[in-house]
C-alpha cells in the first residue's frame, strides 16, 4: 500500500527550490573547477566559495525534507543519495581544514564526481524510465522505525563519503602520474605520494564507518528479524565493499602496497560501492527494498 | 614435521589471508548475482563454504599469534638511538639552530623535554642527552584487536550455527504452539492491532505471550516488530500479521451447518473432490479498482471483505467475495452452498529462534570497532632529540607506525616550540 504524507505546496516548493539550487551550484562549481584544472587560477576561489553555498543549501535541502517528511531524510534511493552526497561533500570540507588548506585540489576533481552522483539522481531516471527514483514523501514502514535507523544509515552515508574520496584521489593520482608535472592540471596538483596520502586517510574513513554500518544493520536486523545475517544481495555487496578496502589496507600497510596497484584497489572498491548504492537496487532483489 | 610447520607458516601467512579474502569476495559476488533461495542452500550452506569461512579463521588466528611477538616488541623496545649522526639517518628528520640560548649543551635535553610534551608526547627520560618521546602506543595493537574482534564473531557464528535453531510459527488469541527445538510451549494470549494516524500506513500488531516447559511458565511478554521477546538464549519475533476470517458453511441439501476458522491461502472444499473455494485474500477496506482487481483503501476494517476463487472441477469458474455478515449462495454440480463471513481477528506470525552466540558476537563487534579506531585514531609516533655540539643544533629525528603525516604534523610542533622557546 502507498503510504503517501501530505505536503503542503509552499513547503514541497522550499524543498524543491534548495535542491535544485543546490544542485545548480555543484554544477557551476565543477564548470569553475574545470577552469581552474585548465590554468584558470582565479577561478578557484569563485569555485571554492560556489561549492561552500552549494553545500549549505544543500545542508538547507536535507533539513526542509526532513520537516516535510516528519522523520530522518535517510530512506529511499533520492534521499540517502542526498545524504551521501552531502557526506561526501562534508567530509572533504572537514579533511581539508585538518590538513589545513593542503589538499584544496581535491574539491576540483570531487565536485566533478557531486555531478556525476546527481546526474543519477536526476537525469538518470528521465534518460531510463525503469529506473524510478522516488521523490514521494513517504511514512516510513513499521520495520524501519527504530533509533537503529539513524545510526545504520548515517554510518553507511559516511561510509560512502569515504570512498568516493578515495576515489577522486586515485582519479587525480592516476592524472598526476601521466600527465607532464608542468602542464595544467598537473601543476596546480600535488606530487603522486601526497595524493596518496589523501587516498589512504580517506579510505581508512570509509573503512571505519563502512564496519559500523555492516555491525549496525546486523544488530538491527537481529531485532527486527530475528537473524543478524540473512545473504540478502545488498549484505552481501556491503560486505564485498569492505572486503576489497580490506585487501587494500592489508596491502598497503603490511606489504606496502602503493602506487598504481594501490589506486586500482580502490578502484575496484569504489565499483563495489557503485553497484552496492545502484546495481543491487535495479538488477538484484532481496530485503534491503525500501523505495 | 617441517610440512606441518610450513602449513602453519602458510595459513598465518599475509599471501594467504589476502587470498582467502579474494576468494571468498569472488564467492560472494557471483552468489549474490544468483538465485537466491538456491544460493543460500548450494553456496552459503555448503561445506565448501564453511571450509573457506574456516580457513579464513585459521589464517586470522594464526596470522594475530604470530604478529603479537613482533608487535610487543615493536612497542615496548623502541630501537636504540646512540648519537645525533643516528638521528640524521632517519627519514624525517630536521635540525634546530638554538641560537641566542646560553648553555646550549645543558638546557638543550630540558628545551627538547618541553618541545616534546607541548606537541603531545609522552618524554620517558634523558639518556646520554638524547630525549626520547612517543605517543599513541596502542595503536600498535590495533590490527590485534581488530583480527582478535573478527575471530571472536567468526566463533560466535559457529556457536550459534551449532546450537541454534529457526522455527516459524503463529496464530491467533487464545492458540498455541510448541517449539520442538527448544522444548517449549507458546500461548498467544491477546493479539491488539494499533492503527496509525494515517490508516493507509501498515499498523503496529502486539501480542501478549506466554512460555511454559514442563507446565512452568518460563517467560511472558509482549512480541511486536523490532520488540522481540527474549529469554534464556531464545527469542521471538514478530514476523507478521495476517487475518484469520470465520466461515459458516451451510449444505442446503442436507441442513449441515459448521462454523470453521480460515486464513489466506486455505482451500474450502465444497462436496465432491474438485469443487472448492480457493481463499486468495482478506482486506479489511475492500474496493476494487477500474479495471476490477481487487484491494483495500487502508488497514481500518470499514469494509472487510474475504475474497477468492471458486473452482469446480479444479477449473476457475469466477470470483467470490464474502462480505461480513452477507451469505453468498455457491451452487455446484451437485449441490448449493451458503457461506457467511460471521468474524474475523488478527493472527500473528512468529519466527522462534535461538542463538547462543550472541553474546560473542556482541563482544566481536566492540573488539572489532575497537580495533579499527586503535588502528586509524591513534597513530604511534617517536620522537628523538640531541644536541650537537660542532653545530650547535637540535637534531630532531622521528618514527612513525603507518601514518607518515601525523608524523609530519607533530615534528613541525615540536619544531614550533623549540623556535618559540628560542624567542623567549
Known amino acids: ?291 | 614435521m617441517p610440512v606441518l610447520k610450513r602449513i602453519v607458516r602458510y595459513l598465518g601467512s599475509m599471501r594467504a589471508g589476502l587470498a582467502l579474502l579474494v576468494l571468498v569476495t569472488v564467492v560472494s559476488a557471483f552468489a549474490a548475482l544468483q538465485e537466491q533461495a538456491e544460493v543460500r542452500q548450494n553456496i552459503y550452506g555448503s561445506w565448501w563454504f564453511a571450509g573457506i569461512i574456516a580457513f579464513s579463521a585459521l589464517n586470522l588466528l594464526f596470522c594475530s599469534v604470530r604478529r603479537l611477538g613482533p608487535l610487543c616488541r615493536l612497542a615496548y623496545r623502541p630501537p636504540v638511538v646512540r648519537s645525533a649522526a643516528d638521528l640524521r639517518k632517519m627519514p624525517l628528520h630536521t635540525s634546530v639552530k638554538l641560537g641566542d640560548v646560553p648553555d646550549r649543551a645543558a638546557a638543550a635535553p630540558a628545551l627538547a623535554a618541553a618541545a616534546f610534551r607541548a606537541a603531545g608526547l609522552q618524554v620517558s627520560g634523558e639518556e646520554r642527552g638524547i630525549v626520547f618521546g612517543e605517543r599513541d602506543r596502542a595503536g600498535y595493537f590495533g590490527s590485534v584487536f581488530t583480527h582478535f574482534g573478527l575471530l571472536i564473531i567468526l566463533l560466535g557464528v559457529m556457536i550459534g550455527a551449532l546450537s541454534g535453531f529457526e522455527h516459524i510459527n503463529g496464530g491467533i488469541a487464545g492458540s498455541s504452539f510448541f517449539v520442538e527445538e527448544g522444548g517449549f510451549t507458546v500461548a498467544v494470549q491477546e493479539v491488539r492491532m494499533v492503527q496509525e494516524d494515517d490508516p493507509a500506513i501498515r499498523p503496529r500488531v502486539y501480542s501478549d505471550v506466554t512460555v511454559t516447559q514442563k507446565g512452568r511458565e518460563i517467560a511472558s511478554g509482549t512480541v511486536a516488530i523490532n520488540e522481540p521477546l527474549r529469554f534464556g538464549g531464545n527469542a521471538i519475533y514478530h514476523t507478521t500479521f495476517r487475518y484469520v476470517s470465520a466461515l459458516t458453511i451451510k449444505d442446503t441439501a442436507s441442513g449441515r451447518q459448521k462454523t470453521e476458522k480460515y486464513w489466506d491461502e486455505d482451500k474450502l472444499r465444497l462436496g465432491e473432490e474438485g469443487n472448492f473455494l480457493y481463499l486468495v485474500r482478506f482486506y479489511p477496506n475492500f474496493s476494487l479498482n477500474t479495471e476490477g482487481i481487487p484491494y483495500s483503501k487502508n488497514y481500518l476494517p470499514e469494509n472487510p471483505v474475504l475474497a477468492g476463487i471458486l473452482f469446480l472441477d479444479n477449473r476457475p469458474v469466477h470470483n467470490v467475495y464474502l462480505h461480513l455478515n452477507r451469505t453468498e449462495t455457491i451452487e455446484t454440480k451437485d449441490n448449493v452452498f451458503e457461506l457467511t463471513m460471521i468474524g474475523f481477528e488478527n493472527a500473528v506470525v512468529y519466527t522462534v529462534s535461538r542463538n547462543l552466540g550472541r553474546p560473542l558476537l556482541a563482544t566481536g563487534a566492540v573488539v572489532l570497532v575497537g580495533g579499527l579506531v586503535l588502528c586509524f585514531a591513534f597513530s604511534p609516533r617517536r620522537f628523538w632529540a640531541a644536541y650537537e655540539e660542532n653545530t650547535g643544533e637540535m637534531i630532531i629525528g622521528g618514527q612513525s607506525y603507518r601514518n607518515r603525516y601525523s608524523l609530519e604534523q607533530t615534528l613541525d610542533k615540536i619544531t614550533a616550540a623549540i623556535g618559540g622557546r628560542e624567542e623567549e
Open chain 1, 1 to 291: 500500500m502507498s503510504v503517501i504524507i501530505e505536503v503542503t505546496p509552499t513547503a514541497l516548493l522550499v524543498e524543491n527550490t534548495l535542491f535544485t539550487l543546490s544542485a545548480a551550484l555543484y554544477v557551476l562549481a565543477a564548470v569553475f573547477h574545470v577552469l581552474l584544472l585548465s590554468g584558470k587560477k582565479k577561478a578557484g576561489l569563485i569555485a571554492d566559495l560556489i561549492f561552500k553555498t552549494g553545500f549549505l543549501l544543500h545542508t538547507a535541502f536535507i533539513v526542509t525534507r526532513g520537516i516535510n517528511v516528519r522523520r530522518v531524510p535517510f530512506v529511499g534511493h533520492y534521499e540517502f543519495g542526498n545524504l551521501f552526497i552531502w557526506a561526501t561533500v562534508l567530509l572533504y570540507f572537514l579533511l581539508k581544514w585538518r590538513r589545513r588548506g593542503k589538499f584544496n585540489i581535491v574539491g576540483a576533481f570531487l565536485t566533478l564526481i557531486v555531478v556525476l552522483y546527481l546526474s543519477y539522481l536526476i537525469v538518470v531516471p528521465v534518460l531510463f524510465p525503469s529506473i524510478n527514483i522516488d521523490r514521494m514523501h513517504r511514512a516510513l514502514k513499521p520495520v524501519l522505525r527504530s533509533s537503529w535507523l539513524k545510526i545504520h544509515v548515517s554510518a553507511s552515508a559516511f561510509g560512502y563519503a569515504g570512498f568516493t574520496l578515495a576515489f577522486t584521489a586515485a582519479v587525480m593520482w592516476l592524472l598526476r602520474s601521466r600527465l607532464p608535472e608542468k602542464k595544467y592540471p598537473a601543476r596546480i596538483m600535488p606530487d603522486c605520494s601526497t595524493v596518496e596520502e589523501f587516498m589512504y586517510s580517506a579510505a581508512v574513513i570509509g573503512f571505519l564507518f563502512q564496519s559500523i554500518m555492516i555491525i549496525t544493520g546486523a544488530v538491527w536486523a537481529d531485532i527486527s528479524w530475528g537473524r543478524y545475517w540473512g545473504w540478502d544481495p545488498k549484505e552481501v555487496w556491503a560486505l564485498i565493499t569492505w572486503f576489497v578496502y580490506a585487501v587494500y589496507l592489508h596491502a598497503r600497510l603490511t606489504r606496502g602496497w602503493t602506487g598504481g596497484r594501490a589506486v586500482a584497489l580502490v578502484l575496484i572498491g569504489w565499483l563495489a560501492m557503485l553497484f552496492t548504492w545502484t546495481g543491487v537496487a535495479w538488477w538484484l532483489t532481496g530485503i534491503h527494498s525500501f523505495g
